[in-house]
Nanobody, 113 residues
Framework: QVQLVESGGGLVQAGGSLRLSCAAQGITFSDMAWYRQAPGKQREFVAGISSGGGTNYRVSVKGRFTISRDNAKNTVYLQMNSLKPEDTAVYYC?????????WGQGTRVTVSS
């Protein structure tokens, strides 16, 4: 019943932009967040947005990424600008804090230099 479907990833050159989407079904659409996992590294928090619209970002993406939500569509977005090679990872959405059983397939972002 729980489904989180991420989309919008792809290959982009450094300095480029991508817009990720997360369509949520079967969960309470409350506080949501984006996470990412680079090869050989643990999954890390990227950006979160509360049900009321408050946001938080990891320092390395602050000023470059913007998280938003459309409650009517049960969708969370991540606008990523000025992408860097170190942003390369599989990006996931989940509750904030994350619920382990909710992890989906993610969407892969590759930033070339």
């Amino acid at each position: 019943q729980v489904q989180l479907v991420e989309s919008g990833g792809g290959l982009v050159q450094a300095g480029g932009s991508l817009r990720l989407s997360c369509a949520a079904q079967g969960i309470t659409f409350s506080d949501m967040a984006w996470y990412r996992q680079a090869p050989g590294k643990q999954r890390e928090f990227v950006a979160g947005i509360s049900s009321g619209g408050g946001t938080n970002y990891r320092v390395s993406v602050k000023g470059r990424f913007t998280i938003s939500r459309d409650n009517a569509k049960n969708t969370v977005y991540l606008q990523m600008n000025s992408l860097k090679p170190e942003d390369t990872a599989v990006y996931y959405c989940n509750h904030w804090p994350a619920v382990n059983d909710y992890w989906g397939q993610g969407t892969r972002v590759t930033v070339s230099s």
